[in-house]
């Protein structure tokens, strides 16, 4: 009689959840036998090898806890059988340890909502079952964001995973993943995604691999070393400097030459005077910037080095020269000759006519600007930046140039242009330690997350290493994709990234599959588990070296010497 009553009570349970009578009782897995303040253990029974389908406990997968007029939410994390010896002629006990999410409630007129976090706890005995196809789609529901479809969920292939580009955007986003793992085509799926649903939207990609020119063919400008203009004095003096000396810090009074050079290199130009006289040059550089105040350099020449305005380089060598010729001896010669001979080099140096080329044919930014951020865009809103075909000593100060001039763009506009800075291997700019990297770059960077989303000025940060990226800058990535990760310091990076209930989603970064990724934080519902949606051939990225290597011809050796001299 006792067992009857139980059964009973059991199906009684299960009427409460079942939309009709033609479901399976087998729905039910099991009951809940435990419960804290975030999970609950659950004790059920699995059969023999027979009697194993797709429909079993599995670990990642969501269920309900039936209460009746709601349901709980749980993610199941962990299972073990109780006993250590598999029966497979009878059934088995196990215990499932599942993260309870949040709760479905459904009021009397039949329609549902999903709230995150629990207000009531599943009593000793509650069903377990598994999730309805109307439930799982209704905890990814973005309500009354704007929804865009980016792939599907894991669990089940025919809800789609959805992300409001406005609040990923907005409070940028990070894409995290191992080499291999589809990171790229999922970067180029986003940007699609992004520009569709913001029109007004300019996005700069820094490609350091120079893959993403073949991901928008219909939609970009690709601008490689050949053809870009960046003029050098485009570039702050920290950053000029890091050029001229090539990233190395020993030659600070060389450093302090060139910043009072260039100060009255810029004064020449505006005043029209190819050449000044011996007395304006004594007038100018007889007091040092050391002797106007103990470790000021905020003089007149030092403020106006910084200042974006034209200036020639041939003045530059000539201020230079006449410094040498000066009687009274304000600098050591040494210092001015290896300063002279350093821009000599570089200005004659092919690799770097993008800076020196066609310099001074431009007196203003305007030109400069149109071409890399798209003003107007002309149905190509995406700019890739082909970082691999620069000198490596130069990368970091282009970077910073390039950042800077994006934030400076969205908020002189006044958010009429909104801008999204996309940094690939961003690691590389921004690294978790601060003695390593280039200090403009870091803070271009930096001021893009901290005070950008107040202009329309966006940042995308892709790296494999999120372990050797800055913190602060991943904390300011409101949403984040992350896909498989192998190494046990950047799995726990994401784990102290992550801030709702759903933590130990974050169990499966290792195993993941491909184009498979956890998304959680603001541009999404809760933190799904999901697969990218796959682009066509066409639309993928592809490194320029090998794609299409097939049936092209080796260059000769000739050939291949020149392209490494640039």
């Excluded at 897995?29 to 804290?36: E, I, K, T, Y």
Aim: net charge neutral; charged share 25%.
């Amino acid at each position: 009689m006792q067992l009857a009553v139980k059964t009973a009570t059991f199906e009684n349970n299960l009427t409460q959840d079942r939309r009709d009578q033609t479901q399976d009782l087998q729905r039910a897995l099991g009951r809940v036998v435990s419960c804290d303040g975030s999970r609950a253990t659950i004790a059920s029974t699995v059969g023999g090898m027979a009697h194993l389908g797709p429909d079993s406990w599995t670990v990642g997968r969501m269920i309900s806890i039936n209460l009746g007029s709601s349901r709980i939410v749980g993610l199941v994390f962990e299972m073990a059988a109780v006993q250590a010896v598999w029966d497979e002629g009878s059934d088995n006990a196990i215990h499932v340890q599942v993260e309870l999410l949040g709760e479905v409630s459904e009021t009397a007129d039949g329609r549902t909502s999903f709230q995150s976090g629990i207000s009531t706890y599943p009593p000793i005995g509650a069903v377990a079952h598994r999730i309805r196809a109307s439930d799982l789609a209704l905890v990814h529901d973005l309500g009354t964001r704007k929804a865009v479809a980016i792939g599907t969920l894991t669990q089940d292939p025919s809800i789609p995973a959805t992300v409001c580009i406005d609040d990923m955007l907005a409070r940028h986003f990070a894409l995290l993943g191992t080499t291999g793992v589809g990171k790229s085509s999922a970067v180029a799926l986003l940007l699609r995604r992004a520009i569709a649903a913001r029109p007004r939207l300019r996005v700069l990609i820094l490609d350091p691999h120079n893959e993403y020119a073949s991901a928008f063919p219909d939609r970009a400008l690709t601008i490689d070393a050949e053809g870009l203009d960046l003029p050098f004095w485009m570039f702050k003096l920290e950053e000029f400097a890091e050029v001229v000396f090539r990233g190395r810090s020993a030659f600070d009074e060389e450093a302090d030459i060139l910043r009072e050079v260039v100060g009255v290199a810029r004064e020449r130009y505006r005043s029209g005077s190819l050449r000044s006289s011996m007395r304006d040059l004594n007038s100018t550089l007889l007091k040092r910037p050391l002797d106007v105040g103990q470790g000021r350099r905020e003089d007149s020449a030092g403020s106006a080095g910084d200042m974006p305005t034209p200036y020639r380089i041939i003045d530059v060598l000539a201020i230079i020269d006449d410094l040498i010729g000066m009687h009274e001896k304000r600098w050591p010669h040494a210092s001015l000759r290896s300063l002279k001979v350093r821009l000599e080099a570089l200005h004659g140096d092919p690799r770097y006519q993008f800076m020196f080329a066609r310099a001074n044919m431009m007196e203003t930014m305007a030109p400069v600007i149109a071409q890399i951020f798209r003003v107007p865009h002309h149905g190509r809103p995406i700019t890739v930046f082909q970082l691999g075909g620069l000198p490596s000593e130069v990368v970091d100060a282009v970077a910073s140039v390039l950042a800077r001039l994006a934030f400076d763009l969205a908020m002189a506009s006044q958010g009429t242009y909104e801008i999204l800075l996309l940094c690939e291997e961003a690691h590389r700019y921004v690294p978790a330690n601060p003695t390593l990297g280039f200090l403009p770059t870091r803070q271009a960077i930096a001021r893009i997350a901290k005070e950008g989303r107040k202009y329309g000025a966006y940042l995308g940060v892709v790296t494999q290493r999120p372990g050797e990226l800055d913190p602060t800058i991943l904390s300011q990535c409101s949403t984040i994709f992350a896909m498989r990760l192998a190494n046990e310091v950047d799995q726990q990076i994401i784990r102290s990234a992550i801030s709702d209930a759903s933590a130990s989603t974050l169990k499966f970064l290792s195993s993941v599959g491909n184009r498979e990724a956890i998304a959680f934080g603001e541009g999404v519902a809760t933190t799904m588990r999901m697969r990218f949606a796959e682009l066509p051939r066409h639309e993928l990225p592809a490194m320029d070296v090998v794609a299409g290597v097939e049936g092209r011809r080796e260059p000769g050796l000739d050939d291949m010497v020149r392209r490494m001299r640039g």
